[in-house]
C-alpha cells in the first residue's frame, strides 16, 4: 500500500505530484482493471475508466475542500465502478453486471458532477457535428461578443439575419441534443434535476 495518508494522496492529486500518480496508478488499477474485465470490458477500458476517474477527483479537489467519508481507496474504485456501469448502460449492456456494495459514501455532489459531465460530453458531440458556419456563430455567443461585432465579423447583411442564423443553429442543436436516448436518461436519473440545455 502507499505508505502516505489519505490526505496526502489528496495533495499530490491537488498538485500533481507524479511520484503520488503513478503510486496510485500501480496499486488501485489492477482492482478497477479485475472489475472491467469481469464486467465485460477491456484493459483499454480499465485505463479509460481510471483517467477519467483521477481527472474528476482533481476537478473536485480543485473546486472544493473534498472531505471523504470513506478510504481513499473505497471512494477511488467506487467512481470507477460507476463510471463502468453508466458506460455499459450507454452501450446496452449493462445486464448481469456487478452492483455497486454501497453509495452512502458519495455525497450527491459527486453524482451531479458525474451527470454534468455526461451531459457536456452530449454537448460537445452534437456541437461538433454542426456546420462550421454554426459552430463559429454559436462559438461568439458563447464568448460573449455582441449581435453588431458578430455580424461584422461573419460577414452578415444585418444584425437580424444574424438573431436569425443564431435561432436557427440553436434550435437544430436543442433539438439533436434533445433526441438523443441517452440525454432522456440522464435527465430522468433520480439524483439528477440539472440536465438542461444551456439557454444560450
Request: with cysteine; proline share 2%.
Amino acid at each position: 500500500m502507499l505508505n502516505i495518508s489519505d490526505q496526502e494522496i489528496l495533495e499530490g492529486i491537488k498538485t500533481g505530484d507524479d511520484q503520488v500518480i503513478k503510486c496510485l496508478i500501480r496499486i488501485y488499477f489492477p482492482k478497477i482493471k479485475n472489475f472491467i474485465l469481469k464486467n465485460k470490458g477491456t484493459i483499454n477500458d480499465a485505463e479509460d475508466v481510471l483517467q477519467e476517474t483521477l481527472i474528476i477527483i482533481y476537478e473536485k479537489i480543485r473546486k472544493t475542500e473534498l472531505k471523504i467519508n470513506s478510504k481513499f481507496e473505497t471512494y477511488l474504485y467506487g467512481i470507477g465502478k460507476i463510471l463502468w456501469i453508466k458506460e455499459l448502460k450507454n452501450r446496452g449492456r449493462s445486464e448481469n453486471i456487478e452492483t455497486l456494495e454501497d453509495t452512502n459514501v458519495f455525497d450527491a455532489g459527486l453524482f451531479n458532477q458525474l451527470e454534468k459531465r455526461e451531459r457536456q460530453k452530449i454537448y460537445r458531440d452534437y456541437f461538433n457535428k454542426l456546420g462550421d458556419e454554426c459552430k463559429r456563430l454559436l462559438q461568439y455567443f458563447f464568448n460573449g461578443m455582441k449581435i453588431k461585432e458578430i455580424t461584422q465579423i461573419m460577414g452578415y447583411n444585418s444584425e437580424q439575419h444574424t438573431k436569425n442564423k443564431k435561432y436557427i443553429c440553436k434550435k437544430n442543436l436543442i433539438e439533436n441534443i434533445r433526441s438523443n436516448p441517452k440525454f432522456k436518461e440522464i435527465k430522468n436519473e433520480r439524483l439528477n434535476n440539472l440536465a438542461e440545455i444551456p439557454r444560450w
